[in-house]
Structure formats: structure tokens, C-alpha cells
């Protein structure tokens, strides 16, 4: 089974990591309000990266960092100028 990091963007143009077995379905959570409290509160409007990971620890691992970084890394790594 392969987990997911992702970030999504909300209607408002926040950005919001997380992880997954199934990027569709959360995605579908999210948008409806069942995803979690802060799409919930910001709406999810689409998912602009993704990393694939063979097990949980290392999807994890790399969510943590992710979620670290600042919004100006975050759009690094969206457009792929950041590793």
C-alpha cells in the first residue's frame, strides 16, 4: 500500500499538508467538510503536489517537513524548484 503527502489549496489561497492511503477520496473529504477542522473552516479547492511513499514512517516523516517549511518553500516545492 503507498501513502501520499500532499498539499492542498483552500478557496482562500492557504495551503494545507497532509497524508493518505487514497488521494482521491481524501481530496473528496476534504471538499465535502468531513477532511478535517481547517478545510472545514477554509474549504479545499484543489491539490496542487504530491509525494508517494511506500510505507506510513516515511510519509509521515516527510508530512513534518513539509508542514515546517514556510509558504515561500511551499510554493518552491509546488512549482519544483524545491526538493
Known sequence: MNFFVYILQTKDGRFYTGYTTDLERRFKQHQSGSGGKFTK?????????????????????????????????????????LD
Do not use: M
Open 41 to 81: 473552516s477554509f474549504g479545499a479547492k484543489k491539490i496542487l503536489y504530491h509525494e508517494i511513499f511506500p510505507d506510513k514512517f516515511q510519509a509521515l516523516k516527510r508530512e513534518t517537513q513539509i508542514k515546517k517549511l514556510s509558504r515561500k518553500e511551499k510554493e518552491g516545492l509546488v512549482k519544483g524548484v
